[in-house]
């Protein structure tokens, strides 16, 4: 669901999955949009299932084979450039901030699901006052965004598919 979502607004690039986990969202990102050369699905620690899944899709769908690359390295050594379609489903509290930076510094374009909101390691912007962390976090960070030239689109997933419901679609303007 967030793989379409985010593809109806953004489209080509090179992806790169942040916090990847097994990378899947790198490999429906492909499949949505084959105008995306290949994906680099980059996470600290990959699962050891993430081999089996990538030869599952590979052999479900051959034109994505040798298109996702797996990697196990951090996100502050992601390699992320102009033009980049640059996406994270599990950059847990700091980590959506580190992603943030790596986009804004590449002028690259982001789908950002955030979650698990950390009182102690996210910027709420001066809005603890006036509303709950993870809503003083998000709002702040759409804040940054826009302060660095990107429009943003922000939509809820339903709770149904996950309680870390906010998508946050950004592209440099």
């Not at 990847?20 to 990102?29: E, F, K, N, P």
């Not at 930076?101 to 979650?115: F, I, N, Y």
């Amino acid at each position: 669901m967030v793989a379409r979502r985010v593809r109806r607004k953004l489209r080509g690039g090179r992806v790169l999955d942040l916090a990847c986990g097994h990378g899947l969202v790198a490999w429906v990102m492909l499949l949505l949009d084959d105008s995306s050369p290949n994906a680099l699905a980059l996470d600290v620690r990959l699962p050891p299932s993430a081999a089996r899944i990538a030869d599952a899709m590979s052999g479900a769908w051959p034109r994505l084979a040798g298109r996702v690359v797996l990697e196990q390295r951090a996100i502050a050594d992601a390699p992320v450039e102009h033009g980049d379609v640059v996406v994270a489903t599990h950059a847990c509290g700091a980590l959506s901030d580190a992603v943030i930076d790596k986009v804004l510094a590449a002028r690259a374009q982001l789908g950002l699901l955030t979650c698990c909101h950390d009182e102690e390691t996210c910027d709420m912007g001066g809005l603890r006052g006036w509303l709950d962390v993870s809503t003083a976090v998000d709002v702040t960070r759409v804040a940054k965004l826009r302060a660095h030239g990107y429009s943003v689109h922000t939509q809820l997933v339903p709770r149904e598919v996950t309680a870390q419901n906010r998508l946050l679609i950004a592209t440099h303007i």
